[in-house]
């Protein structure tokens, strides 16, 4: 399993990224929602639906742009926690754990790019990304 801090915006995710790697160094690799998805409008096309600066093997930034239709950030609630698995039973296991007496915000459930992935905000209100490779 590896910790992964996500930080959310509204259209910047790409700068944002950038910046961190002139900080921080680092391999850059984003992804954005016209790499996966059909969408004939450039503004939403443009926006990064994950993106991850590699500082170095404990160390990575995680970042992504409010999509429409997922779920809006509210100013000072714009980092979530994320889970990587290489064991999807194990990703499983632990979104429904942290989904108990917590909201599901999407399901965990194979995605087109072919992991699996689903958000879950828990019970104290911490909201959790957790995927797992396929």
């Known amino acids: 399993m590896k910790f992964l801090p996500y930080l959310t915006f509204h259209g910047q995710a790409n700068d944002a990224l950038k910046f961190y790697q002139s900080v921080f160094g680092g391999h850059l690799d984003i992804h954005c929602a016209g790499e996966l998805f059909a969408t004939t409008d450039d503004k939403i096309a443009n926006l990064v639906v994950h993106g991850v ?43 429904s754990r942290l989904s108990e007496n917590g909201q599901r915000v999407i399901d965990f459930t194979p995605k087109d790019w072919g992991g699996l992935f689903g958000i879950v905000t828990d019970q104290f209100g911490v909201r959790w990304n957790v995927d797992a490779t396929a």
């Open 53 to 95: 600066l590699a500082i170095d093997e404990d160390f990575h930034i995680t970042a992504l742009d409010v999509i429409p239709g997922a779920p809006d950030i509210q100013p000072g609630a714009t980092v979530s926690m994320g889970l990587h698995f290489d064991d999807a039973k194990q990703a499983a296991d632990i979104y």
